[in-house]
């Protein structure tokens, strides 16, 4: 068995110091270790220095200082190890949900939607604050601290301006340029001179910035800038009004040409639902976009301002209106007034009757993850369509009939 002199202590304790390891405490477990270790496993006429080197390679992978930093950590720290593994699950869950959420939102897959709003919560709300916390505390640096939060700011803003820009949610373009605006004049002229300025990063500094740079031209390129509403003129509004007062008066002349015909009263009774469904969405959409519930020649010369966003962020914001849209959908689909229609069709040989068909895009969307391509008023003429073509069909069923 080998005896530890103290001189070789004393040795072993300035060699640990040499080494980068501080912590007084830390010194002298690390130096009651390696001398348990030397004396149990060296020979009594050993190589004392050798046997160290070896022995203390043991100790760490790269530097002896690993282990005070790992210390400090656990002791500032205690669940760090927890932290770590969260961010790694979380971050997993989040890009295997971005993969497949991508994949079902491409094939039109039920689900897409709920994929990708928890993988983009995910990442905002666990991956990036639990990701912040570990870093600022293995730095001592203010100005690493503050490129960390800077870009940990900047990617909760952008992953949750993303998020709003799928699901066509108000504000999504202004956080979209916020965020922009901070990696671009913020987080990249920190970073670039902060490290320009050391020899050893100052090549990579360069040329990581001008792939940030790059990055963010590229993302500033897909930022619509056009303004959110515009003024609708008098034109429009007394095109409009005129298309309403017609609507009406040929749906006044169609009922009562119906009559007292309780056959064609009970087969025109869901087109009779179709239009009181498009004339209450209707009133819904001008009434949330510019307060007035119809438009009449009463609102020209004043000074009615409309969006030019989409009519999902409406719909997304309005259950009620959701579930009448669902329910119209649903009435003007593969329904019994074709059946009937073709039925007649075929009793009269006649072949003037058209298959119904209503050509609004606004009855082509996900009910539970709502994308509708089109503005406010886009919608209102689409529901106008509707209504038009539910009057046709009952032309066609008055024509048949007789």
């Not at 210390?71 to 869950?93: D, E, P, W």
């Not at 087969?267 to 498009?278: D, F, G, M, S, W």
């Not at 009620?320 to 059946?339: F, M, T, W």
Request: charged fraction near 20%; proline fraction near 2%; include cysteine.
């Amino acid at each position: 068995m080998y005896r530890i002199s103290d001189q070789q202590i004393d040795y072993i304790l300035n060699d640990i110091g040499a080494r980068g390891v501080e912590m007084e405490s830390l010194q002298q477990n690390l130096l009651d270790h390696i001398c348990c270790v030397i004396e149990n496993n060296l020979e009594a006429n050993g190589d004392f220095e050798s046997f160290y080197k070896k022995t203390i390679q043991t100790f760490y992978k790269d530097a002896l200082w690993e282990i005070e930093e790992e210390t400090i950590l656990l002791l500032t720290f205690k669940n760090y190890y927890t932290m770590k593994k969260i961010i790694i699950i979380s971050g997993t869950l989040s890009v295997a949900g971005f993969i497949a959420g991508s994949i079902f939102k491409i094939l039109h897959w039920p689900g897409a939607s709920v994929i990708l709003l928890l993988s983009m919560l995910n990442i905002s709300l666990i991956f990036l604050p639990l990701l912040f916390i570990l870093k600022t505390r293995e730095v001592s640096a203010m100005k690493d601290k503050l490129m960390i939060a800077i870009g940990t700011i900047f990617g909760i803003l952008f992953s949750i301006s993303s998020l709003f820009k799928i699901f066509h949610w108000p504000g999504a373009n202004l956080m979209w340029l916020f965020a922009l605006g901070i990696l671009m004049f913020v987080f990249i002229p920190i970073y670039f001179f902060s490290g320009i300025r050391t020899p050893e990063t100052k090549v990579n500094t360069i040329i990581t910035s001008i792939i940030l740079i790059s990055a963010g031209g590229m993302l500033f390129t897909l930022t619509s800038l056009k303004p959110q509403t515009r003024l609708l003129d008098n034109t429009e509004i007394e095109y409009l009004a005129n298309d309403e007062k017609m609507l009406k008066i040929e749906t006044e002349n169609i009922y009562k040409s119906i009559g007292k015909d309780t056959i064609l009263n009970h087969r025109v009774k869901q087109i009779k639902e179709i239009n009181e469904l498009c004339n209450e969405l209707k009133s819904d959409l001008l009434n949330y976009e510019i307060g007035y519930k119809k438009i009449t020649p009463d609102l020209k010369g004043k000074k009615i301002m409309i969006s030019v966003g989409l009519a999902s962020n409406f719909f997304q914001g309005n259950k009620e209106a959701l579930k009448k849209l669902h329910v119209l959908s649903n009435l003007v689909g593969e329904n019994s007034i074709k059946c009937y229609i073709e039925k007649l069709r075929l009793t009269k040989k006649e072949s003037i009757a058209k298959n119904i068909h209503f050509k609004s895009s606004i009855l082509f969307y996900e009910y539970y993850s709502f994308h509708y391509d089109n503005t406010i008023l886009g919608a209102y003429k689409d529901l106008c369509e509707i209504q038009l073509d539910a009057m046709e069909e009952v032309n066609d069923l008055i024509e048949l009939k007789n």
